[in-house]
DNA sequence: GTCTATAACCGGATAGAC
DNA sequence: GTCTATCCGGTTATAGAC
């Protein structure tokens, strides 16, 4: 079952929605031309016709805004992973769809995502992927690999079974940041990297399986294990 | 060889030198006191009997002081792991050593240490480990675990050989990360992580040497030849 | 070249009146 | 819910002293 993201804020009145989104809009378009930093609050709200404190009334803190805009993000992805799902049964091309269409979501995007994930770097911050704020979605975006590899090709016994969904999404992470700062053009090493790693990644869960290495599969699952908060 | 850091700036006078680091030293207790975001650059300059602008003429921004840190302890680093390695042979010992020593020396300053890390994120600042102006310090931090592997008991050969130094640096920024925001006591977590993972590096760089083995080998490289800047 | 002193700018954030 | 005024701190500018 989806754990479906509250998008509706606590917001009375139907013109407070309408007014958030105003904000939110004119914000990330903003954004998209010059860059997180070279916006400023001044700015957006000017360009909204309203006073900076009224912005504030909406978004506590400047990187709220980038991070509504990652809680969008995130049901859409949601919707097109399931989509991809019910084409193909192989998990590393269900797991490789699924890293690229939270790329071409990105797209339009990726020069003021470097803000976002400095955030990200910070698990302290509220806004972090990392933080007890952040647990509903990210719990969202685990289920999405979940999800993919629960009814694909890839039989995976016992505790693997249970790691692997949270992995995946930690390797999302890494492309994503990856790509963020590929300078490539079209980005193009990105996709050379996420094709050639997930080829080594399905190797390395095949080969794990042969009797010869249970001790290092073994020795992965207990640090898995102890590590684990 | 060594790359020797260019400690000393061009300062004049041997005066301008001794200002520059009172200012540094002062900082970095009230960092480690109150955290870097809490202290202000007001504060910092009076703390010192200067003016701010005074501070501003040795260091253009608050954040280079954070900077200045990093390479002032990467020196230190170099010289400490030079003797670990004269006193084991044993490669996996030498790595574990090398990233503990530099866990060791960061101890005091954990609590500000956030702050570096997120300016690590962003490949773009110029005070990230990625950045070019970065590169003369980053490349003696590659060098450290170029040597601990040089004269160890671990033969390699080849390509194989030219990336490792390069990837255990990875490998140890990614533990320093996880020890910045492991909130176990003493940070034990930490300790099991680097135990644990480094383990199971090298059994899989053992392993690599197997016949059967050869095809995710040449993926591998492959895949670093190709991504490489 | 090394600093002092002081004021000002800029932009994120907040308080409190309406 | 929205506005105006204000704070706060990083940063810069100015002008001058040694």
């Given at each position: 079952m989806t754990v479906s993201l509250e998008k509706t804020k606590n917001l009375k009145t139907p013109k407070a929605q309408e007014t958030r989104e105003r904000i939110f809009k004119t914000a990330l378009e903003m954004f998209k031309e010059k860059g997180f930093e070279k916006v400023t609050m001044r700015d957006i709200a000017k360009n909204c016709?309203?006073?900076v404190g009224a912005a504030y009334y909406y978004f506590k803190t400047?990187?709220?805004?980038?991070?509504?805009?990652?809680?969008?993000?995130?049901?859409?992805?949601?919707?097109?992973?399931?989509?991809?799902?019910?084409?193909?049964?192989?998990?590393?091309?269900?797991?490789?769809?699924?890293?690229?269409?939270?790329?071409?979501?990105?797209?339009?995007?990726?020069?003021?995502?470097?803000?976002?994930?400095?955030?990200?770097?910070?698990?302290?911050h509220r806004l972090s992927p990392f933080s007890e704020e952040s647990k509903k979605i990210r719990e969202e975006a685990v289920d999405i690999f979940r999800l993919a590899l629960e009814g694909s090709n890839l039989k995976i016994k016992g505790e693997v079974r249970t790691f692997l969904p949270y992995l995946f999404w930690l390797y999302q992470m890494g492309i994503i940041l990856f790509w963020i700062h590929d300078r490539s053009e079209g980005q193009k090493q990105t996709h050379v990297l996420l094709k050639h790693s997930l080829k080594i990644i399905f190797q390395l869960i095949r080969l794990s399986r042969l009797p010869g290495l249970k001790k290092l599969r073994q020795n992965i699952l207990q640090m898995l294990n102890q590590v684990q908060k």
């Open positions: 016709q309203m006073a400047k990187e709220d805004l980038i991070f509504d805009f990652y809680l969008q993000t995130q049901d859409d992805h949601y919707q097109e992973s399931i989509k991809v799902f019910a084409e193909t049964k192989d998990a590393q091309e269900r797991i490789r769809k699924v890293i690229e269409i939270k790329i071409e979501q990105f797209i339009p995007y990726r020069g003021m995502l470097s803000a976002l994930f400095r955030i990200a770097g910070d698990p302290n």
